[in-house]
């Protein structure tokens, strides 16, 4: 009896003092208070109503109905909403395939130090301070089939017809897109090139390495985490992506760029469907979880390991 | 709300003597006469009128935020048929028929084709404010000339003019197809002129086999007959009306032809001055040879209108405020700024107070014999039908979808 009880003291005391250094060393959760109950307030609550809302049936006017899964049932017959998720993948694979690439080569070239790279790279930076709408105005005017490039163009462009055609749509999408968004990676590329320890190269150089095999063998490894950052950066905005499409195409020629989240905004505040509205929003919001879950996983982004680590 | 929804003639009207009641309308640059029309209301009234305007792009969806709840107000902008029909049917209009009676003139001071397309279920719930938009069918008579061509009278004038045009490297029909609705309108007016407007209220009645009737099928025939003549060129989808591509193709002459409503004047006008004082040519949808509907129908939008929410305490001064629809001093106003009212007062300050006395009177003319004026399909139908009624309309206009594809499309609509 005693004995038991003589462990119990000691384990409090242990246990006692262990929190009384965690106080000292670390932040308490008190730290984490206001971010959290903003967190709650702005995206858990509003999360937890449109999940309310995609179970009922309501235009708007009056009082909700309660519609079980029916909004749920019917979303997933519907032709037009298997379409949009599969165009809003396509139109995200496409822009991690574009804009990756550039960014990585055009991020590492402007990571150097040089007076007239700083000059260009501001320059290069312009289109990332526009408003996507004034963007897409800018490009349906640049692209209109009669007056604008393809006018002058016509070795190239035929007759212009370029947001007529599905294929020639979605390209027009993914070019603007990478024309807008590709200096801001750019930017996270070049921040993390210079990063990368000299000696590294230093090092490659005594060993008679190039310049292309330092890129391969020593910039694009230690590139790895900020490849992670911009590729989940990417796939979030590409199945957001919204302004564009709605001011370049309308979701148009017929539903062939309607994508997922063109199609919510149209069942929701011009058809004044806001049941199955919030069905979309929440399937988008599943979908681009578990994408970004996948990327993390796969590229051991969740292991967190240094950058430092085996120099 | 149930309760007061039926139709309890004879109880006094709702009436507050002091306090003020709220006007809400779309905004835009026609809100100066808005305006003038409220502060002359309020300079007699003990009640007083409050204007409240909702930027016209957010218009309708905000409208409809807002109507069931208590910042709803007493009076509002909006189109007449599909866009009140679902607040009819929830119960939040006030039918006007009450206070006609007491006051004819509410009804007989309009045009009587434009007053009905306010009408649900046999009831009044709106009075004709602003203009009338019908669709007519523009020209560059410079094109024409050039070509040997003049205005189409009929369908086969129309063939016979759109290979004249090819024949001179011209587009000859210019279409703001990426925005979709003025793709619809070519719909609209063939359907008319096939059918004749009785089609459109048997669809919109839920009589969903007249989209398969043999008429809707030579309809879809015709129009086809016209695309595959190349009438429209090859690169309509990439083209749009909002930014003004189609109406500058027809102004710059690269397009002969333009069907669209009746403010592509004041557009024009914006695009090039010169061009519409000296070249731009309009007149009436063609006949179509054989078909039931009459060649003097018009369609488009019929006119704007004041609904009055039920909810309201200040029913007496309401139904004052809106005599002012029809006075001589609002049809001036309307005109100067180059809307056209659609009272029967209009005629007789056309010559003086409207910015162009020639267009005006064209239009006021064919607005005024038309036995028949449909409203465009997208507001004739609940607003939720919308969208895919655009999508199908474009679709067989690209050959995305044949004639079953388009009236399988029409007949999966909801009527309310």
Same mark, same amino acid.
């Given at each position: 009896m005693t004995s038991i009880a003589r462990t119990v003291a000691i384990r409090r005391g242990r246990q006692r003092s262990a929190a009384g250094t965690d106080r000292v060393a670390r932040p308490g959760f008190a730290w984490a208070l206001p971010a959290t109950v903003f967190f709650l307030l702005f995206a858990i609550v509003p999360l937890v109503l449109v999940a309310v809302l995609s179970f009922v049936s309501w235009g708007g006017l009056g009082s909700p109905q309660w519609a079980g899964v029916s909004n749920w049932t019917k979303l997933f017959h519907d032709p037009v909403m298997l379409q949009s998720l599969w165009l809003s993948l396509l139109l995200t694979v496409l822009g991690v395939a574009v804009q990756t690439p550039v960014s990585i080569f055009i991020g590492v070239w402007a990571a150097g130090y040089q007076r007239n790279r700083a000059v260009l790279s501001a320059i290069y930076f312009v289109p990332l301070l526009l408003s996507a709408t004034a963007i897409s105005v800018l490009w349906r005017a640049l692209l209109d089939p009669n007056f604008g490039i393809p006018s002058q163009a016509r070795w190239l462009f035929g007759s212009g017809n370029l947001l007529g055609s599905q294929a020639g749509a979605m390209g027009v999408l993914v070019f603007v897109g990478a024309w807008q968004y590709t200096p801001f990676h750019t930017l996270i590329y070049q921040g993390a090139a210079r990063a990368i320890p000299r000696v590294l190269y230093q090092a490659a150089e005594i060993d008679g390495a190039g310049r292309v095999r330092q890129f391969l063998h020593i910039t694009l490894p230690q590139l790895r985490n900020a490849m992670i950052t911009s590729m989940i950066l990417m796939v979030v905005g590409g199945l957001t992506t919204f302004d564009t499409v709605l001011i370049l195409t309308q979701g148009g020629p017929g539903t062939d760029t309607t994508i997922s989240a063109y199609y919510m905004y149209r069942k929701a505040f011009q058809g004044f469907d806001f049941g199955t509205g919030s069905a979309i929003a929440l399937l988008l919001v599943v979908v681009a979880t578990i994408i970004s879950l996948v990327v993390v996983r796969i590229s051991g982004y969740d292991k967190m390991r240094s950058m430092a680590e085996g120099v | 709300m149930g309760l007061a929804a039926c139709g309890s003639s004879g109880g006094v009207p709702k009436q507050a003597t002091s306090g003020s009641f709220h006007v809400l309308v779309y905004g835009d640059a026609t809100n100066k006469v808005e305006q003038e029309v409220v502060a002359q209301f309020n300079k007699t009234s003990k009640v007083k009128a409050v204007l409240d305007t909702i930027p016209g792009a957010d218009y309708q969806a905000k409208l409809q935020t807002i109507i069931g709840t208590q910042q709803a107000p007493d009076v509002f902008f909006n189109w007449g048929g599909g866009s009140i029909s679902p607040f009819v049917k929830a119960g939040l @209009? @006030? #039918?006007?028929d009450d206070m006609i009676k007491s006051n004819p003139k509410l009804k007989s001071s309009f045009l009587p084709s434009v007053f009905s397309s306010a009408e649900v279920n046999g009831k009044s719930y709106g009075i004709p404010m602003r203009g009338t938009q019908p669709v007519l069918l523009f020209s560059n008579t410079k094109v024409l000339k050039s070509a040997g061509i003049s205005q189409p009278k009929t369908w086969n004038d129309l063939l016979a003019d759109v290979s004249a045009l090819k024949a001179k490297g011209v587009t000859p029909i210019a279409l703001g197809g990426g925005d979709q609705w003025p793709t619809q309108m070519w719909f609209e007016y063939v359907y008319d002129r096939i059918a004749g407007p009785d089609l459109l209220q048997k669809a919109l009645s839920g009589d969903k086999s007249a989209w398969a009737s043999s008429d809707s099928k030579k309809a879809l025939t015709v129009l086809k007959q016209l695309i595959d003549a190349g009438a429209f060129g090859k690169n309509y989808d990439s083209v749009k009306f909002t930014d003004n591509g189609s109406p500058k193709l027809l102004a710059t002459g690269k397009a002969a032809f333009e069907l669209m409503g009746s403010w592509d004047y004041s557009t024009l006008q914006s695009i090039s001055p010169d061009f519409v004082k000296t070249d731009l040519g309009y007149g009436a949808f063609p006949s179509i040879p054989g078909g039931k509907g009459d060649p003097a129908d018009v369609v488009g939008n019929t006119n704007n209108f004041y609904s009055v929410l039920k909810t309201t305490k200040y029913q007496a001064a309401i139904a004052k405020f809106l005599t002012l629809m029809y006075s001589d001093q609002f049809v001036k106003e309307q005109l100067s700024i180059g809307n056209l009212p659609t009272t029967t007062n209009t005629r007789q300050f056309i010559s003086t107070a409207a910015a162009s006395p020639a267009y005006d009177q064209f239009q006021y003319g064919l607005v005024q014999k038309a036995p028949s004026f449909a409203l465009s399909w997208d507001q004739a139908y609940? #607003?939720?039908?919308s969208q895919p009624i655009r999508t199908a309309v474009q679709q067989f206009f690209d050959g995305q979808i044949d004639q079953n594809g388009f009236i399988q499309a029409m007949q999966s609509l909801s009527t309310s």
């Open positions: - | @209009l @006030l #039918p006007l609940p #607003p939720s039908d």
